[in-house]
T-cell receptor
Framework: QKEVEQDPGPLSVPEGAIVSLNCTYSNSAFQYFMWYRQYSRKGPELLMYTYSSGNKEDGRFTAQVDKSSKYISLFIRDSQPSDSATYLCAMSFGQGGKLIFGQGTELSVKP | GAVVSQHPSWVICKSGTSVKIECRSLDFQATTMFWYRQFPKQSLMLMATSNEGSKATYEQGVEKDKFLINHASLTLSTLTVTSAHPEDSSFYIC?????????????FGPGTRLTVT
C-alpha cells in the first residue's frame, strides 16, 4: 500500500465548475499537508499549506484536512481554463522535512 | 519570491556517459536541498536530501554511487548521474528549503529532462 493515494484522473470539468480533489494516506504521523500545482514539464508550485486538521481558504481554493479519516481535499471554486494542470498532494512529518507526494490528479478545465 | 533554477533544462546523453545537473537558489541561501525523480504520469519520488557541507542522505533503493550529490555552497547543489542507462531517463527536479519565522517551504526548480539513448 502506498503511503499516499491519489486518483490520477484525468478529470475534465467545464469552466465555472467546482472541482474536488482528494488524497488518502496511511501514516497517522503526518502533520503537514500541502497541495501543489504542476504545469506540464515544470516544477511544482505550492498552492495551499495546512498544519494538522482543519480548513484553510485562499481565494478560490479551499484545503481540508481530516486526520481522523486520513483524508485531505482541495476544492477549487469557479474553475478557470488556467487551472488546467496536475495537482499533487504532499505530506510531511515535520517542518522542513521530506515530502511524500501523491501520484497527482490531471485536471482539465474546458472553456 | 524565492526562485530556484536548474541547468540544463533538458539533456540527451549516450548510455554509459555521465551527466551533471545543477540546482541553484537564486535569491536565498539554502542549507538543505532535495532531489526528486518523476516518471511520466507518476509522482515525485524523493531520491536524496542534500545538506551543505555534508554528505547527502539517500532514500532506500537509491544508489549513492550512481547518483552523486554535491552541495558545495549555500546556493548550489549538483546531481551527477554516472554511467547513465536508458532506465535513468526521467524528469529530475530539485527543491531548496527556505525557512523564516518558523515556517519552512520547499521551492522547486523547473526540472531537467534526461534522455539516455
Amino acid at each position: 500500500q502506498k503511503e499516499v493515494e491519489q486518483d490520477p484522473g484525468p478529470l475534465s470539468v467545464p469552466e465555472g465548475a467546482i472541482v474536488s480533489l482528494n488524497c488518502t494516506y496511511s501514516n497517522s504521523a503526518f502533520q503537514y499537508f500541502m497541495w501543489y500545482r504542476q504545469y506540464s514539464r515544470k516544477g511544482p508550485e505550492l498552492l495551499m499549506y495546512t498544519y494538522s486538521s482543519g480548513n484553510k481558504e485562499d481565494g478560490r481554493f479551499t484545503a481540508q484536512v481530516d486526520k481522523s479519516s486520513k483524508y485531505i481535499s482541495l476544492f477549487i471554486r469557479d474553475s478557470q481554463p488556467s487551472d488546467s494542470a496536475t495537482y499533487l498532494c504532499a505530506m510531511s512529518f515535520g517542518q522542513g522535512g521530506k515530502l511524500i507526494f501523491g501520484q497527482g490528479t490531471e485536471l482539465s478545465v474546458k472553456p | 519570491g524565492a526562485v530556484v533554477s536548474q541547468h540544463p533544462s533538458w539533456v540527451i546523453c549516450k548510455s554509459g556517459t555521465s551527466v551533471k545537473i545543477e540546482c541553484r537558489s537564486l535569491d536565498f541561501q539554502a542549507t538543505t536541498m532535495f532531489w526528486y525523480r518523476q516518471f511520466p504520469k507518476q509522482s515525485l519520488m524523493l531520491m536524496a536530501t542534500s545538506n551543505e557541507g555534508s554528505k547527502a542522505t539517500y532514500e532506500q533503493g537509491v544508489e549513492k554511487d550512481k547518483f552523486l550529490i554535491n552541495h558545495a555552497s549555500l546556493t548550489l547543489s549538483t546531481l551527477t548521474v554516472t554511467s547513465a542507462h536508458p532506465e535513468d531517463s526521467s524528469f529530475y527536479i530539485c527543491s531548496a528549503l527556505l525557512g523564516s519565522s518558523g515556517h519552512y517551504e520547499q521551492y522547486f526548480g523547473p526540472g531537467t529532462r534526461l534522455t539516455v539513448t
